[in-house]
């Protein structure tokens, strides 16, 4: 006799009284496409709590939209189980805009399956079939969800006439879920009249909550509340998304320990995803650092599962490569993994002081997939063996070696890398350019601190556009800094670009917080130049006179003396230094034994060839004179390193010690990225050197990086 459970269903977890045989979830699907070329296509991924996410299927595909959809393309897949337990529903927009572009779009995609492996499928076009609605221009992001009250399942999407505001609206599937039974209706009024579309229902202690995206009047993301699925919706007029960026497609889902509810949804236009966590449906808290994922998902949905439904799909998507790649332990610089695909090896790079005498790296393990061995290994003695089997598939071996390096310097995606000796607190900074963001779009600015330059502590964010900018919100990038001391008391100057023009906020920490000035310090292009960017900004305080100079320019190197203030540029000072015509940006200037050096980069940040050069001259106003050799660092392509510039260089004080610190392209993948490894980049350090005649020796660039460094006091 079997037992017999009260639940609920919705989006991934039950929401509606139903009795239903008994289940233990201990999974989770999350389906999702991604945008872009080759995008709109359905993908799988799994986790085992709701927080860590691998992608099946090495992020491909796992259904044909060209089969499936009449456009294509699919997006928004929403993913549900049914109420007898077994049977599985999913609903997508039919769009394909690489073909068509924005629309108009009149169809959704019905997909049905018993065991979520195999799909049967049916397009619905909403303008053909109801004649009411042959005007309809937008038929957006359906979702599902059982109505016990009907005993059907009820499918709800926004819907859009002409250039009147999105609506969401509902209509009840047929016994076979291939087509719709009832004429759509509307489901939400929202009291302003404005639009909402991508709709997500959630019933908890006998009420509906409505998530929906604003549109027009606002935008972000709002929850209406009722007693009733089809009618009755009272707005909460709060916005939810724990975030100011642009959002859309909210997805919820509840976490089969019973602790609550996670909110996600897809920040459209930064290229990445956020999750916030609940326990009322009210209040939601941000939780991005417990989240992991190794894909980047757009509007998708998540449904728990049991681990039998878990080990079907790994069965038929997971492979022993993906397997390899999923290690949890922290030590471990996930994104510089190293796999040789042909000859089974896979290269773990760790963060200073981890112990390889006994190291686990804890592989992720979904159901259906075992690896041996599980206990830590002594990684000192080289390679380790081990073995992954896939249940139906044969256990392939892989020889796995761990190390420790220094490069990257700091754990994530960085550039633009400006590194300081803080006299105040005897601690090295950097202050890097926030990347891994869609076209550069970060919007913020992190420090990172250390004693030794080897071991970074992560000091947040010191200065965030959208919070603390009055005059721009985007593209927060290359900042330098200087220390001042001014009495007996420290003074930080920040100088940074933002939205392609250059701002200046200032400090008593190195560590912040920044406070802006209030207006751009430079908005225009100098007088006679007639392009390029006001960016990457360099800060130089000339030791043989004490004045202060300012340099910048992206097609061009401009210099202007600051006033004492530092937040400002004295008259008539400003000029053109550009060296030759294959400068392109990323200035530095420091001082050396009588010599002022004036470093750049050139070719584009999205070419393996950007590279690091350098002139000289008697004055920081130039003229500057170029070395027939005159290379700092280029890319090592025998290393697979690549993409290597944009940098400072710091002396250790009372040495004539020398480092530089520049970003490359994400090692490995990044050469494998296309312009998108312009955009994803990582922060390195290595030691600089001079010969006799006090040229720069060209720079080898490392793995290993540099070892500790450490200031006489």
């Given at each position: 006799m079997r037992k017999i459970v009260l639940l609920g269903v919705l989006v991934g977890f039950y929401t509606?009284?139903?009795a239903q045989p008994r289940q233990k979830f201990s999974a989770y699907l999350f389906t999702y496409f991604t945008g872009g070329k080759g995008g709109e296509e359905i993908r799988f991924a799994l986790s085992n709590d709701g927080y860590h996410f691998r992608a099946l299927n090495n992020n491909h595909p796992v259904l044909n939209s060209a089969d499936i959809s009449a456009t294509g393309g699919v997006r928004d897949p929403h993913i549900m189980r049914a109420a007898d337990g077994k049977t599985f529903y999913m609903v997508a927009t039919d769009m394909n805009t690489e073909k068509y572009g924005w629309g108009p779009d009149y169809s959704m995609v019905l997909l049905k399956s018993?065991?979520?492996?195999?799909?049967?499928?049916?397009?619905?076009d909403i303008a053909k079939t109801f004649e009411k609605f042959a005007g309809v221009n937008r038929v957006w992001a359906p979702q599902t969800i059982y109505d016990p009250q009907k005993k059907q399942y009820m499918i709800y999407w926004s819907m859009r006439f002409g250039e009147e505001a999105d609506k969401i609206y509902y209509a009840y599937a047929n016994k076979d879920f291939t087509g719709l039974t009832t004429e759509p209706k509307q489901l939400f009024f929202k009291p302003d009249g404005g639009a909402c579309i991508d709709g997500d229902i959630v019933y908890k202690n006998n009420k509906y909550y409505l998530f929906f995206k604003t549109e027009g009047s606002g935008a972000g993301i709002k929850i209406a509340v009722s007693d009733k699925l089809t009618s009755g919706y009272v707005l909460r007029d709060k916005y939810v998304q724990q975030t100011k960026d642009p959002v859309e497609g909210a997805g919820t889902f509840k976490l089969n320990d019973g602790s609550g509810y996670i909110l996600m949804y897809d920040l459209y236009t930064q290229g990445k995803y956020q999750f916030t966590r609940t326990t009322d449906l009210e209040n939601f808290k941000l939780i991005d650092d417990e989240v992991s994922m190794n894909f980047h998902p757009r509007h998708g949905t998540v449904m728990s599962i049991t681990?039998?439904?878990?080990?079907?799909?790994?069965?038929?998507?997971?492979?022993?490569?993906?397997?390899i790649l999923s290690p949890l332990?922290?030590?471990?610089?996930?994104i510089n993994i190293v796999l040789d695909t042909a000859n089974h090896k896979v290269h773990l790079p760790v963060k200073p002081g981890t112990s390889l005498k006994s190291f686990d790296p804890r592989f992720t393990l979904f159901p259906g997939v075992t690896v041996s061995p599980l206990k830590p290994q002594d990684f000192t003695k080289g390679p380790v063996k081990y073995s992954v089997t896939i249940?139906?598939?044969?256990?392939?071996?892989f020889e796995v070696t761990a190390q420790e390096t220094h490069n990257p310097a700091i754990a994530g995606y960085y550039a633009d890398p400006e590194i300081l000796y803080a006299e105040k607190t005897g601690k090295f900074y950097i202050y890097p350019t926030s990347d891994g963001f869609d076209g550069w779009s970060g919007k913020y600015f992190k420090t990172f601190s250390s004693y030794d330059m080897v071991n970074w502590k992560d000091e947040g964010k010191i200065l965030d556009l959208p919070q603390d900018v009055s005059w721009a919100k985007k593209n927060a990038w290359a900042p330098c800094i200087i220390e001042k001391k001014i009495g007996n008391e420290y003074k930080y100057f920040y100088y940074f670009a933002a939205a392609q023009k250059i701002g200046v906020a200032t400090a008593n920490d190195p560590a912040g917080p920044f406070t802006d000035s209030g207006k751009p310090l430079i908005a225009q292009l100098p007088e006679g130049v007639k392009g390029g960017q006001q960016i990457d900004a360099d800060v130089f305080a000339d030791p043989q006179t004490g004045k202060n100079y300012l340099y910048w320019g992206n097609g061009y190197m401009a210099v202007a003396e600051l006033n004492d203030d530092m937040i400002s540029l004295k008259p008539g000072t400003t000029k053109i230094l550009t060296p030759y015509s294959h400068y392109n940006e990323g200035t530095y200037v420091f001082y050396r034994n009588g010599t002022y050096y004036f470093m750049w980069s050139e070719n584009d940040t999205r070419s393996p060839n950007y590279s690091v050069h350098y002139g000289t001259s008697k004055s920081p106003l130039g003229p500057i004179e170029v070395p027939e050799?005159?290379?700092?660092?280029?890319?090592?392509?025998?290393k697979g390193i690549y993409g290597t510039g944009h940098n400072s260089v710091i002396q250790i004080p009372g040495t004539d010690e020398w480092y530089i610190v520049?970003?490359?392209?994400?090692?490995?993948?990044?050469?494998?990225?296309?312009d998108a490894a312009g955009y994803n980049r990582e922060v390195c350090i290595d030691k600089m050197e001079f010969d006799g005649n006090g040229l720069i020796k060209q720079v080898t660039p490392t793995h290993e990086g540099i070892r500790p460094v450490h200031v006489k006091k």
């Open positions: 509606v009284v139903i018993t065991d979520l492996v195999h799909w049967t499928s049916k397009t619905i681990s039998k439904e878990a080990a079907a799909l790994t069965t038929k998507w997971e492979t022993a490569e993906d397997v332990n922290k030590q471990i610089k996930i249940a139906g598939k044969r256990a392939q071996v050799q005159n290379t700092v660092i280029a890319k090592d392509a025998a520049y970003h490359r392209f994400n090692y490995p993948k990044g050469i494998t990225m296309g």
